[in-house]
């Protein structure tokens, strides 16, 4: 990752930045320079045990001691409304604004953005072990909700399902092209990617329930074989090979462990 990500943006726009970290120090660096041109970084430390503090007190971020919390989403709900701008940016250590992206956010805001529009979207590439994903759910052209104005959108304490475009609002894309992206350093390894997951699992059925998803056994049965096609041939796993083939198993796994989650949670509030 390149050291200088973000320098050359000097103008600063009317964007709070919030990021969620947790003994990500190694990764701190390049993502608070990929978001230097924001007016406020918001770092919230959920207590690393690692250098995350010393490196956030290198830069120009209002640094947050928080409790432990299940998800970045908790955190997205109970500040995004609170900061000094209504655009917010959320990010996480793991991602590296390209330079090209902040320029293109630059110009749209320099522009001038209609009041209609309450978030904007920008590409994202995923890596794992530095290895850009081709396939899988997590690889190929993809989008994020990057920036987003707080009087315009929702966030909700939910795992994955935690950003809500308000009605009578739209989001604008920034085009895929070239490196107007974000990069987004995935994982390290599978152990990562496991206890990451597994911490997501814990609330995943209740997002979903409250979100108004539903299932029954036969679903759940049917979703490893349903979720590995999915992943392996539709979002073509193949093109990563034996990682994509790996991914796409931790895929169906995940899947199906979330949609028995959300079975447990609909037993328990019909009885």
């Known amino acids: 990752m390149d050291e200088n990500v973000g320098i050359n943006i000097m103008k600063k726009l009317p964007i709070s930045a919030i990021v969620v970290g947790f003994n990500e120090g190694d990764l701190l660096s390049s993502c608070f320079q990929g978001i230097s041109f924001c007016d406020q970084i918001l770092y919230f430390d959920l207590g690393s045990t690692d250098n995350s503090i010393e490196i956030a007190s290198v830069y120009n971020v209002e640094i947050i001691h928080h409790v432990k919390v299940?998800?970045?989403?908790?955190?997205?709900?109970?500040?995004a409304n609170k900061t000094k701008n209504e655009w917010v940016l959320i990010t996480d250590p793991d991602e590296v604004i390209?330079?090209?992206?902040?320029?293109?956010?630059?110009?749209?805001?320099?522009?001038?953005?209609?009041?209609?529009?309450?978030?904007?979207?920008?590409?994202?590439?995923?890596?794992?072990?530095?290895?850009?994903?081709?396939g899988?759910?997590?690889?190929?052209?993809?989008?994020?909700?990057?920036?987003?104005n707080n009087k315009r959108f929702d966030f909700l304490p939910n795992v994955h399902l935690g950003r809500i475009l308000k009605d009578g609002f739209k989001s604008i894309s920034v085009k895929h092209c070239d490196s107007v992206e974000i990069h987004h350093y995935w994982m390290r390894d599978f152990s990562s990617l496991f206890e990451k997951h597994l911490r997501y699992l814990v609330n995943e059925g209740k997002s979903r329930y409250v979100?108004?998803?539903?299932?029954?056994?036969?679903?759940?049965?049917?979703?490893?074989?349903?979720?590995?096609?999915y992943s392996f041939f539709y979002k073509k796993g193949y093109k990563d090979g034996l990682l994509g083939f790996s991914l796409s198993i931790f895929w169906a796994w995940y899947q199906?462990?979330?949609?028995?989650?959300l079975l447990l949670v609909q037993s328990n509030k019909q009885k």
Not at 70 to 79: D, K, L, R
Not at 136 to 148: A, F, I, M, R
Not at 212 to 226: A, M, S
Not at 256 to 261: Q, S, V
């Open 98 to 134: 390209d330079p090209l992206l902040a320029e293109e956010i630059n110009e749209l805001f320099q522009n001038g953005i209609s009041s209609e529009i309450g978030s904007i979207l920008a590409p994202i590439t995923y890596y794992f072990k530095n290895h850009r994903l081709l």
């Open 70 to 79: 299940p998800g970045c989403e908790w955190i997205h709900a109970e500040y």
């Open 136 to 148: 899988t759910p997590w690889g190929g052209n993809k989008s994020k909700v990057l920036v987003v």
């Open 211 to 229: 979100s108004g998803f539903r299932t029954n056994i036969v679903l759940v049965v049917i979703e490893p074989f349903k979720q590995f096609m």
């Open 256 to 261: 199906t462990r979330a949609l028995f989650e």
